[in-house]
């Protein structure tokens, strides 16, 4: 019975005990601040301790909640959910009396910032952002202590921070990645630490960074398409605090690195005074690093450039935005050069420096409050100094596609206008009811700025993150400035909220439906249609249709669901039909006739109206293929367009029953443009071989390098009687091989090896809107995304395989190299012909970069539906036929 007692014992112990490199609450204590001892430790509710093990997503809001309901210093609120429903939530801490007059207190920040109100009228406004990467634990755990030193702490400087700032602390922002980042973590789990960076608990970067789509939400603060962030940019908004923090980690050897960041690599609309303040903000973090003797850097590495990331996003709209990287801990400790890095002593870091942020904002108070009160003022003198009164912009075609800027605009807490009468600018009309009006006199007027302007010239062609991004580019539409003495007589409307319309109910048709292809959701409607197994069709020249509602023009692209040979009922069909109008927005039209005015193109004709067939696509991801590509790809369709999309692991798709599937997306890879294999030898001949067989094969990027080479091979092998021909280096024949390399200075390598590199600019491309892949296009400029340097080959022989081609002078926003740009002029951005019996087609970029290029997201839907619609030409064009 004893032996049996102390055996449970030992065991008991075995499970429970924490590895030395756990931390109890006092290791996170502050010398000389009084905690008081009713307030609940971390450990004591979770059972573990930091450091013990991954702290669960669950735990850390289950005791932070505690800790809220019971202290009166404390409240906490849902603002948005996950895409896997998980809350994202703010807990704001101040003193009670601050609580009680809270919504006064916002008020009068506000109209602080519109100097409206004195500089002490209302506390300091402070943010801070917690967990926004997965992958980075100590981002996220340091809200543990800091949200407990605040509920516990006692004594007069608590005090005081309490009673003269209201403090925002947003936990977390990634829930999604988070769980995936534990999950992986104590899959890989051992009781014997193992501190090897090698060890497959310690990777897990890219996986857990992301969120549900492995979109990287650090990217997501001005483009708003996850609901995480457009979550927290509403509070944010609600707010506009003075001062917001951003925690991060990064590579495990460095040591910990806080702003002001880079001092050339500002975007040229954040005042300097910005960086001067985060540079004094920045001695008080140095203090408390130096008290212990901790290294860490400062002032280089990271810039203050792209709009979009959590620490530069402030900096545009009045605040001070402060970057905090710790070198990640990974698992929970891992060896690095600079010795043990473990996740306990990086989420006291973290804390500490949450610490000396809020403390030196009090102390720099007057200052930033100066600050941000001259920024606005600013703001309003810049309005009435430039000649620009806004911008005016429509999307011919595709209301949704406008109203969906307008939504995003919206967010960013900007006023935008219906215009109540039509406008011509820059040859060409506005009209009213679908176009809108951007006035520059308004709050926000840098954030205005840096949506809409274009920026080719930079003091540093070095960047960490892309250097283009005016979004009206991105989202295709017709847009011009107007001039401030034409703002004032245009004719302005109410103020536009961009909510989704649903198209009238359509009637109930005698002969079929028609819908054009122009709308952003007709690739919904035409899945949902396809799905339930009706009979459609697509036309391939523009036509016009006789209809209950009139004679309707169509575009190449519409879509005819006929009544005749369906196996559904009359009914059944109305009914879908009713709900693509009503929940995608697409107008239906329902047509009476199969007789068209247009001679040649009645519904029936099977030169004009060509058989659709429902797609079952493939997309491959991992195995060298880029989360990133293939996130943003899996989102578009399943998330926006709500098409069941079948994800397989790049090791997996030899395994599949191709006959079950139309088309195989390779999204991307990470071999940098060096046409690196995306498959194997076995598996590139059984995708090319079901592609030969009536299969579509889209490759973007790297992917779509790589497929071009391999397609080149297999038809070079086919002529050498099916033995492939050796590849010569491709500077084989270079005419400078014999020319010496030119000697250059080491303290030069850094700008000259960004010198050609194109980190993500907004390239002018040619769209042949009469080709399947341009059906749905208003006209035939198309802006594109682009952030590879390769360019792909022309195919000969075809001249009708580039349905888009870049511009000659093709460079419209961001950075590229003279030299880029005239490799890139003229050249084929889109490949796209007949393998066989089936289709590739090659995308030099993604088309879907960051969930942000509806302009050119139709590209990929139309790759998707139509590609069985590009034909082979027959003629003999190399000799002039």
Do not use: C
Request: charge should be negative.
């Amino acid at each position: 019975m004893l032996r049996r007692a102390f055996t449970a014992l030992a065991a008991l112990t075995l499970f429970s005990s924490a590895p030395v490199l756990a931390e109890p609450v006092s290791y996170f204590q502050v010398d000389g601040v009084t905690y008081d001892e009713t307030v609940p430790a971390f450990e004591s509710q979770a059972g573990y301790e930091i450091g013990e093990k991954p702290v669960r997503y669950s735990d850390m809001i289950a005791y932070l909640r505690d800790l809220a309901e019971g202290s009166d210093r404390i409240a906490v609120e849902t603002i948005g959910y996950s895409h896997e429903r998980r809350p994202i939530l703010t807990f704001t801490v101040t003193s009670p009396e601050n609580h009680a007059n809270l919504e006064t207190i916002r008020t009068t920040h506000l109209e602080r910032l519109a100097g409206r109100a004195e500089a002490d009228a209302a506390p300091v406004i402070l943010w801070i952002n917690y967990g926004v990467h997965g992958a980075e634990t100590s981002s996220m755990d340091a809200a543990i202590p800091l949200l407990f030193h605040y509920a516990a702490g006692q004594g007069a400087e608590i005090e005081a921070q309490l009673n003269d700032a209201v403090m925002i602390f947003t936990v977390v922002f990634n829930p999604d990645g988070h769980a995936r980042r534990i999950d992986h973590t104590e899959t890989f789990w051992t009781y014997a630490e193992n501190t090897d960076l090698s060890d497959e608990a310690h990777n897990m970067w890219i996986e857990a960074r992301t969120n549900h789509y492995w979109f990287d939400l650090n990217r997501q603060w001005l483009l708003l398409t996850q609901p995480e962030s457009r979550a927290w940019i509403k509070e944010w908004h609600k707010w506009k605090p003075m001062v917001s923090a951003d925690y991060h980690e990064m590579g495990s050897a460095s040591p910990y690195y806080f702003h002001p960041g880079e001092e050339l690599r500002r975007n040229p609309l954040i005042p300097a005074r910005a960086r001067e303040l985060t540079k004094g903000m920045g001695e008080r973090h140095a203090a408390f690093l130096d008290s212990e003797a901790r290294l860490y850097w400062t002032e280089q590495g990271f810039d203050n450039f792209y709009i979009g990331k959590g620490s530069t996003y402030p900096q545009i709209n009045g605040s001070l935005g402060i970057l905090f990287e710790a070198g990640a801990a990974r698992g929970g400790a891992v060896m690095t050069e600079r010795g043990l890095v473990e996740t306990a002593d990086n989420v006291r870091t973290q804390f500490r420096t949450a610490l000396t942020t809020i403390q030196g904002s009090l102390d720099l108070r007057s200052e930033i409050t100066a600050y941000q009160r001259d920024f606005f003022a600013e703001n309003a003198r810049q309005a009435n100094r430039v000649d620009r009164g806004g911008w005016v912009f429509t999307a011919e075609g595709d209301p949704e596609r406008a109203a969906r800027f307008v939504r995003l605009l919206r967010l960013h807490d900007i006023d935008v206008r219906r215009l109540s009468g039509s406008v011509r600018a820059e040859d060409r009309v506005y009209p009213a009811g679908s176009s809108y009006f951007v006035p520059t006199a308004q709050m926000n007027n840098r954030m205005v700025r840096g949506i809409f302007e274009r920026f080719t010239e930079f003091e540093e062609n070095i960047f960490y993150d892309v250097s283009g991004w005016t979004l009206p580019l991105a989202y295709d539409l017709d847009y011009a400035s107007i001039s401030s003495r034409a703002a004032r007589s245009l004719p302005i409307g109410d103020l536009a909220d961009g909510e989704f319309q649903s198209a009238p109910l359509p009637d109930r048709a005698s002969y079929g439906y028609v819908f054009d292809w122009s709308h952003s959701f007709a690739p919904r409607a035409l899945n949902r249609i396809l799905s339930a197994d009706l009979m459609a069709r697509a036309t391939m020249d523009e036509t016009t249709v006789r209809t209950t509602s009139g004679v309707v023009e169509l575009g190449r692209g519409a879509v005819f669901v006929p009544l005749a040979r369906q196996d559904a009922a009359n009914d059944e069909i109305h009914e879908i039909m009713k709900t693509i109008a009503a929940e995608d927005g697409v107008p239906v039209f329902a047509a009476t006739s199969g007789l068209t005015p247009v001679p040649g193109r009645d519904l029936g004709s099977n030169r004009t109206f060509r058989a659709l067939k429902a797609p079952r696509v493939v997309l491959a991801y991992d195995g060298g293929l880029s989360r990133y590509d293939v996130g943003e790809v899996w989102w578009t369709l399943d998330y926006r367009q709500r098409m069941p999309v079948t994800l397989v692991h790049k090791r997996r798709l030899g395994d599949l029953d191709w006959s079950k599937y139309t088309h195989l997306i390779l999204a991307g890879s990470l071999s940098n443009g060096d046409a690196a294999p995306v498959l194997d030898e076995a598996l590139t001949d059984t995708v090319l071989t079901w592609v030969e067989g009536g299969g579509t094969l889209v490759a973007l990027r790297d992917a779509a390098l790589w497929s071009q080479g391999a397609i080149q091979a297999r038809k070079a092998a086919a002529l050498n009687g099916g033995e492939a021909p050796a590849i010569k280096p491709e500077d084989e024949d270079a005419e400078d091989e014999d020319t010496p390399t030119a000697r250059l200075n080491f303290s030069d390598m850094g700008l000259r090896d960004a010198e050609h590199v194109i980190g993500g600019a907004i390239f002018a491309t040619d769209l042949d809107t009469s080709h399947p892949l341009g059906f749905g296009f208003a006209d035939r400029e198309l802006p594109v995304h682009r952030n590879v340097s390769f360019t792909l080959e022309r195919p000969e022989g075809n001249p009708y395989a580039v349905p888009v081609q870049y511009d000659e002078d093709p460079l419209l926003t961001g950075y590229a190299s003279d030299r880029r740009q005239s490799e890139i002029a003229g050249t084929p951005s889109v490949v796209a012909e007949r393998m066989g019996g089936g289709t590739v087609i090659l995308m030099a970029d993604n088309p879907v970069f960051r969930g942000t290029y509806p302009g050119s997201e139709k590209l990929l839907m139309n790759a998707i539906f139509f590609s069985n619609l590009i034909d082979r030409p027959r003629g003999d064009y190399e000799s002039g036929e």
